[in-house]
T-cell receptor, first 110, second 114 residues
Framework: GENVEQHPSTLSVQEGDSAVIKCTYS??????FPWYKQELGKGPQLIID?????GEKKDQRIAVTLNKTAKHFSLHITETQPEDSAVYFC?????????FGTGTSLTVIP | NAGVMQNPRHLVRRRGQEARLRCSPM?????VYWYRQLPEEGLKFMVY????????ESGMPKERFSAEFPKEGPSILRIQQVVRGDSAAYFC????????????FGQGTRLTVV
C-alpha cells in the first residue's frame, strides 16, 4: 500500500518568514494530493490540493508543488502570520483511499 | 450548505459501555471516511463507507467496533464495551466521489472513557 512520509515533524519560523513542509509517497498510482490544516480542538480543514496533471498550484500565500517523478510534494507558506500556527497534514490519494502523513506542527513566532 | 456534522462533540463513557458516534456528510456526498486521532498524533484510517456499503474496513479493529452508513440518516461508528484505550478524537470526512475529489472533515467527537 501507499506510504506517506512528512517532514519536519515540528517547525518554528519568525512571523513574515516562509515555511516549507515536504512529503514523499511511494505509490505511483496516487493522483491527488490534498493538504489539511488542523487547529487545536478542531477538525482538519482542507487548505489546498493538487492533482497529478499539475506541477504547481498557488492560492494567495500558500502554494503546493508536485514532482511525480521523484514522488514528492511540498507545501509553501509565505509571509507567515501567527494564525498560520497549526498542525499540517499532507495526504496522497490512491483509488478510494486517503493516506495521511504524520503531521507537521508549525509555530509562527510573532 | 452545511459542512460535515458530527455529534456529539464530546462523549464520556464508563468502561464497558457503548459509544455511538454520528456523522452527517455534506449534502450530496455519498462517501464517508472515519479516522481516529490520539493526542499529538496523526490521523489513523478506520473505515470507508458508501451508502449502505462498507468499502474498506481494514483500519478498524475486528472486535467491538462497527460502522454503518444507512440509506437514510447519518453514518454511525459504534464501539461496544469501551476500554480506556478507546479514548481519542474520532473524525469523519465525506466526499462526493471516489479518489480524486476533495474530502471535508467534521469537527470530531472526543471520546473519553473513564
Amino acid at each position: 500500500g501507499e506510504n506517506v512520509e512528512q517532514h519536519p515533524s515540528t517547525l518554528s519560523v519568525q512571523e513574515g518568514d516562509s515555511a516549507v513542509i515536504k512529503c514523499t509517497y511511494s505509490d505511483s498510482a496516487s493522483n491527488y494530493f490534498p493538504w489539511y490544516k488542523q487547529e487545536l480542538g478542531k477538525g482538519p480543514q482542507l487548505i489546498i490540493d493538487i492533482r497529478s496533471n499539475v506541477g504547481e498550484k498557488k492560492d494567495q500565500r500558500i502554494a503546493v508543488t508536485l514532482n511525480k517523478t521523484a514522488k514528492h510534494f511540498s507545501l509553501h507558506i509565505t509571509e507567515t502570520q501567527p494564525e498560520d500556527s497549526a498542525v499540517y497534514f499532507c495526504a496522497a490519494v490512491t483509488g478510494n483511499q486517503f493516506y495521511f502523513g504524520t503531521g507537521t506542527s508549525l509555530t509562527v513566532i510573532p | 450548505n452545511a459542512g460535515v456534522m458530527q455529534n456529539p462533540r464530546h462523549l464520556v463513557r464508563r468502561r464497558g459501555q457503548e459509544a455511538r458516534l454520528r456523522c452527517s456528510p455534506m449534502k450530496g456526498h455519498s462517501h464517508v471516511y472515519w479516522y481516529r486521532q490520539l493526542p499529538e498524533e496523526g490521523l489513523k484510517f478506520m473505515v470507508y463507507l458508501q451508502k449502505e456499503n462498507i468499502i474498506d474496513e481494514s483500519g478498524m479493529p475486528k472486535e467491538r467496533f462497527s460502522a454503518e452508513f444507512p440509506k437514510e440518516g447519518p453514518s454511525i461508528l459504534r464501539i461496544q464495551q469501551v476500554v480506556r484505550g478507546d479514548s481519542a478524537a474520532y473524525f469523519c470526512a465525506s466526499s462526493q466521489d471516489v479518489g480524486n475529489t476533495e474530502a471535508f472533515f467534521g469537527q470530531g467527537t472526543r471520546l473519553t472513557v473513564v
